[in-house]
Nanobody, 115 residues
């Protein structure tokens, strides 16, 4: 059974940094794609960053140059380093892993950036 547990969210001032972690169990991250999404009330979930099985990374336009996604295969964890945070980055952040075309999601972690 694939399970994802996010952590690392919280309250930070604009310009600050946070690092989100997603602990994955039930599947090896090294052979699957993973991504971070975020959602605010009344809006659709949007892609923040992701990487494919081939190692190709993609970032949402609003976070390019500020956020970095990476995978730690030894800990089976997906990381999202977020720098130079802005109030508009405030959202619930979700980890997602794709295994054999099936998507698995974590429960989400709240990130709040104060101005």
């Amino acid at each position: 059974q694939v399970q994802l547990v996010e952590s690392g969210g919280g309250l930070v001032q604009a310009g600050g940094s946070l690092r989100l972690s997603c602990a994955v169990s039930g599947v090896a991250l090294s052979t699957n794609a993973a991504a971070w999404y975020r959602q605010t009330p009344g809006k659709q979930r949007e892609l923040v960053a992701g990487y494919s099985r081939a190692g190709t990374t993609v970032y949402g336009n609003s976070v390019k140059g500020r956020f970095t996604i990476s995978g730690d295969s030894t800990k089976n964890t997906v990381l999202l380093q977020m720098n130079t945070l802005k109030p508009e980055d405030t959202a619930v952040y979700y980890c997602q892993v794709t295994v054999n075309w099936r998507e698995y999601w974590g429960q989400g972690t709240q990130v709040t950036v104060s101005s």
